[in-house]
């Protein structure tokens, strides 16, 4: 027998994040490892009259082609991967990892190819999910390899990620709604200001230009769990200083410093993982631009797993991706990078709109937004 909470979580992607319709193709994607998710998903797919399927992941044959492909075949980019993003109406990825650390050796710049060559189908995902004609989500598959990279047992890991989730409530669609009602006050009160100013005592000193971008409101729709709220930079000055090791493609690297000018990192350095950070950067011309500025808001994730999709999340801490944005957030920046980084608040940290402190010490100043302090 599964557990349990796969089926309240399955209904939660179901029903409320992607909102399955009668008719609806829904790509289910996954490692095998994760198949007691993938059978909830399946069966909740087929009750809401949606036509399921699904799409095999494998860390082990990723790693074979990272290790093996020509130049040509990392280049290559199958049409049928461009048909089924036309084709589809949902997509749910279940992320499951065997080994979070089995491509941490493979040659940054080959990775870098292989991201460059996927370029196409990823921007032509975020335009259709833009557009409105294709709704998505993600979540996270408790397995050994994260718990251990959480430093947790596996049962201890399975307790985070469902309490992240509001899956220990009764009715933890209603609670997302709540939060998306807290974070709208936020969202419409941002979309007014035409400026953002991050500042933390590890140096951090970030001027972000939202002047015609939109705050989106994120609380369960796209990623869960989520709890943030996020706009498209059209202009960053300054620099941050990065808390946590930020994780891409395996690779952990820690102690980042960026520096931007004229919207644009100019300087960049890691304590561990410096040349591949760098490698990431130069990937292509938009790498280096940022495309995303985003506040956490989820104070049910109080520490740092090595997971992005939860530490970008964390109550009282700020993240910024350079690469790639989001159209439906005002930004046009287009690259086959989307890295988050995240710099933590919650200790004498301060966000500025237009000069007035809207959040300090990592929690928001105005009465009904999440977690706020009076």
């Known amino acids: 027998m599964r557990d349990p909470r796969l089926d309240k979580l399955a209904d939660i992607m179901v029903h409320y994040s992607s909102e399955v319709k009668t008719g609806d193709l829904v790509c289910i994607s996954a490692d095998p490892i994760a198949m007691p998710m993938i059978e909830a998903v399946y069966e909740k797919t087929l009750q809401a009259g949606g036509h399921p399927f699904w799409i095999p992941r494998s860390e082990a044959l990723a790693d074979i082609f990272l290790e093996q492909a020509s130049d040509e075949q990392l280049d290559f980019l199958s049409p049928l991967r461009m048909q089924m993003v036309e084709a589809i109406d949902v997509q749910i990825g279940l992320w499951a990892d065997v080994n979070t650390r089995s491509s941490s050796r493979v040659d940054p710049a080959r990775q ?162 410096e040349d591949f950070l760098i490698a990431m950067l130069d990937m292509d011309p938009g790498a280096r631009h940022l495309g995303e500025i985003a506040i956490g808001t989820n104070y049910s994730i109080t520490e740092y797993t090595r997971n992005t999709l939860f530490d970008e999340k964390i109550g009282g801490t700020f993240h910024a991706a350079v690469g790639q944005g989001y159209p439906e957030s005002g930004s046009n920046n287009k690259s086959a990078l989307h890295w988050d980084m995240v710099c933590d608040l919650r200790q004498g940290g301060t966000i500025e709109a237009d000069g007035e402190l809207f959040h300090e010490n990592g929690h928001f100043k105005f009465e009904g937004w999440p977690g706020a302090i009076l």
């Open 112 to 273: 870098s190819r292989l991201s460059r060559a996927g370029e196409p189908y990823f921007v032509r995902f975020l335009d259709r999910a833009a557009e409105g004609d294709l709704r998505w989500v993600g979540t996270q598959y408790p397995t050994q390899a994260s718990a251990q990279d959480a430093e947790m047992s596996l049962r201890q890991y399975e307790e985070f990620v469902y309490g992240a989730g509001k899956l220990d409530l009764d009715d933890p669609a209603a609670a997302w709604r709540h939060l998306r009602e807290q974070q709208k006050r936020a969202c419409d009160w941002l979309n007014q200001k035409k400026e953002v100013r991050f500042r933390a005592p590890n140096g951090t000193d970030l001027t972000v230009n939202v002047d015609g971008a939109t705050w989106i409101n994120c609380a369960g729709e796209d990623n869960f769990p989520d709890g943030e709220v996020f706009a498209g930079p059209q202009g960053v000055e300054g620099v941050v200083y990065y808390t946590f090791p930020a994780v891409n493609m395996g690779r952990e690297v820690t102690g980042i410093r960026l520096e931007f000018r004229n919207g644009i990192v100019v300087d960049a350095s890691a304590s561990k993982g």
